[in-house]
C-alpha cells in the first residue's frame, strides 16, 4: 500500500469518525429542542387544549378541570336530571343559546354534543362570580318548591337549569358558555379544541 492510499484511507477514517460524532453531537441537541415545542404547565393554563377522562364520572356528578385559567364543568345528567329542561324551557332566557356567540352544537335544549353531558365554563356571565351547584330540586334546594335543580349565583341572584341557560329576569345577560370542545373517545373530551376552526 503507497503512502497515498494510506492517507486516503486515515483521511476516510477520520470523516467517518467526524461524522459520527457530528450526528451524535446534532441529535443531543436536537432533544432538548424538540422537547422545548411541547407547551408548558403555564401554556396550557394560557389556553392549550385539555383533555378530561369522564370514565369514573356517576351519572348526577361533576367534576371541574381548568382551561385558559377558568373552571370548566363537566356534569354527568342522569335521564331525571335531562327532564327537567322540557319543564325550564318556557322559564329560560335563551333556550337554545342564540343570544350569545355559542358554537353550533350549544344551540339546543340540552347545550352539548351528548345529551348525557353538560360541558361549561362554571363563572356567571354578570360579574364573573362562579355559580354553585344547586342540583337537588324543591324544598331540599333552599331554593323553593319548584326549583326543578341547577346553578345558583349567589354574588346577585343568577339562577341557571342543568343546561346552564340562565332564567328570565336575572342579573345574567347569557347562559354560561359552552367552551369548544370534541370528543376523543367515548369518555374522553378535548376541550378548548373542536376542529371547526
Known amino acids: 500500500m503507497s503512502v497515498e492510499e494510506k492517507m486516503d484511507d486515515s483521511r476516510r477514517q477520520l470523516l467517518l469518525a467526524t461524522s459520527v460524532a457530528g450526528g451524535a453531537a446534532a441529535a443531543a441537541t436536537a432533544v432538548p429542542f424538540v422537547a422545548s415545542?411541547?407547551?408548558?404547565?403555564?401554556?396550557?393554563?394560557?389556553?392549550?387544549?385539555?383533555?378530561?377522562?369522564v370514565s369514573k364520572l356517576a351519572p348526577g356528578e361533576m367534576t371541574t378541570v381548568e382551561w385558559q385559567g377558568k373552571p370548566v364543568?363537566?356534569?354527568?345528567?342522569?335521564?331525571?336530571?335531562?327532564?327537567?329542561?322540557?319543564?325550564?324551557?318556557?322559564?329560560?332566557?335563551?333556550?337554545?343559546?342564540e343570544a350569545s356567540v355559542q358554537p353550533e352544537?350549544?344551540?339546543?335544549?340540552?347545550?352539548?354534543?351528548?345529551?348525557?353531558?353538560?360541558?361549561?365554563v362554571g363563572i356567571c356571565t354578570h360579574l364573573g362570580c362562579s355559580p354553585s351547584e344547586k342540583f337537588k330540586s324543591?324544598?331540599?334546594?333552599?331554593?323553593?318548591?319548584?326549583?326543578?335543580?341547577?346553578?345558583?349565583?349567589?354574588?346577585?341572584?343568577?339562577t341557571f337549569d342543568l343546561a346552564a341557560r340562565v332564567y328570565k329576569g336575572k342579573p345574567a345577560p347569557t347562559n354560561l358558555?359552552?367552551?369548544?370542545?370534541?370528543?376523543?373517545?367515548?369518555?374522553?373530551?378535548?376541550?378548548?379544541?373542536?376542529?371547526?376552526?
Open 37 to 53: 415545542l411541547t407547551p408548558s404547565e403555564r401554556a396550557k393554563a394560557a389556553g392549550a387544549p385539555v383533555e378530561a377522562d
Open 138 to 158: 324543591g324544598e331540599a334546594s333552599g331554593l323553593g318548591a319548584d326549583w326543578p335543580g341547577g346553578f345558583l349565583c349567589p354574588c346577585h341572584g343568577s
Open 73 to 97: 364543568w363537566i356534569l354527568r345528567r342522569t335521564p331525571e336530571m335531562l327532564a327537567t329542561l322540557d319543564q325550564t324551557e318556557d322559564l329560560v332566557a335563551d333556550p337554545k343559546s
Open 177 to 197: 358558555d359552552v367552551p369548544p370542545h370534541k370528543y376523543l373517545a367515548d369518555t374522553k373530551i378535548l376541550i378548548g379544541e373542536d376542529g371547526t376552526a
Open 105 to 120: 352544537y350549544a344551540q339546543n335544549q340540552a347545550r352539548s354534543i351528548k345529551p348525557e353531558f353538560l360541558v361549561t
